[in-house]
């Protein structure tokens, strides 16, 4: 079983839609949670980080996070063309930071 | 500005030879990490430093290894590349362990 797991994609969502992104972890001690957009060829990038139970809203960005399930996402309102890329969730667990493999998401124009 | 740089971008090599990925941060950070990237896998943790003379293995450390000799610098070396270790190389550092990592803008290695 794998640590994190994301659906690969890719998601494809009009232009102004809301796109969902989910993750789910196994490790229930895990402590932080953070998204990352990374753009065909480029490095990733921090979009997001939550902590705590609950959402978390960062302009059109909004991660929300529940424990008890295990299971963090990230909603992308107004979707743009611009936000086509790769989303990697990652979990920290303990001394180390373990990255999903990525949902690829297409926004059409 | 801070800023974590990869040198070479991208590097051909031959089958047994050594290789070196260089990686250097002005961050500051003492946590300095090594992935690889290869379709379907994600990022997959090959070494991990938590300061200068601690070195650790992560989840694909076999036929890596790195050292850490400053605060600045962590270079990664492929003993006798092969075939399999054809990837995109990112490094990365943070601050502090379950926080932000940086990265670098990757190295691909091509072995042939």
């Known amino acids: 079983q794998k640590e994190v797991e994301q659906n690969s994609g890719p998601l494809s969502v009009p232009e102004g839609a809301i796109a969902s992104l989910n993750c789910t972890y196994s490790d229930r001690g895990s402590q932080s949670f953070f998204w990352y957009r990374q753009y065909s060829g480029k490095s990733p990038e921090l979009i997001m980080f939550?902590?705590?139970?609950g959402d978390k809203e960062d302009g059109r960005f909004t991660a929300q996070l529940n424990k008890a399930s295990q299971y963090v996402s990230l909603l992308i309102r107004d979707s743009q063309p611009s936000d086509s890329a790769t989303y990697l969730c990652?979990?920290?667990?303990?001394?180390?930071?373990?990255f999903g493999a990525g949902t690829r998401l297409f926004v059409k124009a | 500005d801070a800023e974590i740089t990869q040198s070479p971008r991208h590097k051909i090599t031959e089958t047994g030879r050594q290789v070196t990925l260089a990686c250097h941060q002005t961050w500051n950070h003492n946590n300095m990490f090594w992935y690889r990237q290869d379709l379907g896998h994600g990022l997959r943790l090959i070494h991990y430093?938590?300061?200068?003379?601690?070195?650790n293995k992560g989840e694909v450390s076999d036929g890596y290894s790195v050292s850490r000799s400053n605060t600045e610098d962590l270079p990664l070396t492929l003993e006798s590349a092969a075939s399999s270790q054809t990837s995109v190389y990112f490094c990365?550092?943070?601050?502090?362990?379950?926080?932000?990592?940086?990265f670098g803008p990757g190295t691909r290695l091509l072995v042939l």
């Open positions: 990652a979990v920290a667990e303990g001394f180390k930071t373990i």
């Open positions: 430093s938590y300061g200068v003379q601690d070195t």
């Open positions: 990365a550092s943070s601050e502090s362990i379950q926080e932000t990592q940086y």
């Open positions: 939550i902590y705590s139970n």
